[in-house]
């Protein structure tokens, strides 16, 4: 990298926010930096960030999500995801470019929810595929970050990829009570419960004994047994441990420091 010339070109969509570059009024498109070899210099995380077309959908959907009743989907989601699915990969020693790719899958994710819960998976990799290639990312990287987001519902969801592994695993091991949206304890569903339940959530990466570990601190006196946990997780551990198998690792689920798989 050292020897290459930068050069500036002014290809950002309009939609980048000037705002977060230190701007303010009409946005004005900036420069963005160009490899020598006509490359153009990688999309990076805070880009996808900063595109103002995804900060809107996510918002949307987590919005949409409100009114069905659903937990917490929104930016405090994604970003979460986001550096659990790239810190997966940097602890298991992958390059740093495919866990960049992870991140921006992970924080875009859930992103199809804007249309429908049903398939957002699917309609979010469209949607994320077309918003990535108008962004400038090459087609080769919006087609494993769209991949991703497609494989990550544990129902049709597949590891077809690193990137996809590292997404799936960090979506399910977001189970905190902050995501709890309904005021009224009493009318707590068994999603509520579990994840108000949970007062500590951690992902542990072990690249010596090829292992990954959701570790949970569940407060007992807040609603959620054991067997509900079970209820909400059989599908999303099974899904965690096919993503792990994919890396290398075997998945192992800690709750209150007891090994239940
Ligand atoms: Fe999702
Ligand atoms: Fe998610």
Redesign the pocket.
């Known amino acids: 990298m050292e020897n290459q010339t930068l050069k500036l070109t002014g290809n950002v969509p309009a939609s980048l926010d000037n705002q977060s570059r230190g701007g303010s009024g009409a946005v004005t498109p900036q420069p963005r930096i160009e490899i020598d070899s006509g490359r153009v210099a990688p999309i990076t995380l805070d880009e996808v960030k900063r595109y103002r077309d995804f900060t809107t959908l996510l918002r949307k959907a987590d919005e949409h999500l409100g009114i069905i009743g659903y937990t917490e989907?929104g930016l405090r989601?994604a970003g979460l995801?986001s550096s659990i699915a790239q810190n997966i990969l940097l602890h298991l020693r992958y390059p740093e470019r495919q866990a960049q790719l992870a991140a921006i899958a992970g924080y875009l994710?859930?992103i199809g929810n804007v249309i429908n819960r049903n398939v957002h998976g699917e309609t979010g990799a469209i949607l994320v595929l077309q918003l990535l290639l108008q962004l400038g990312m090459s087609v080769d990287e919006a087609a494993v970050v769209a991949a991703a987001v497609g494989n990550?519902e544990k129902q049709t969801g597949v590891a077809v990829s690193d990137v996809a592994a590292a997404v799936i695993i960090a979506?399910k091991s977001?189970v905190h009570r902050s995501r709890v949206r309904n005021p009224n304890p009493a009318e707590f569903d068994i999603h509520d419960r579990v994840n108000f339940s949970a007062v500590h959530s951690f992902v542990r990466v072990d690249d010596v004994k090829h292992s990954i570990a959701l570790e949970l601190t569940i407060d007992e006196e807040a609603g959620a047994g054991v067997m509900d946990y079970f209820e909400i997780f059989l599908q999303r551990m099974l899904a965690c441990r096919r993503a792990a198998k994919f890396l290398g690792c075997q998945f192992e689920l800690v709750i209150n420091k007891n090994r239940m798989i």
């Open positions: 989907h989601h995801v994710h859930d990550h979506d977001d």
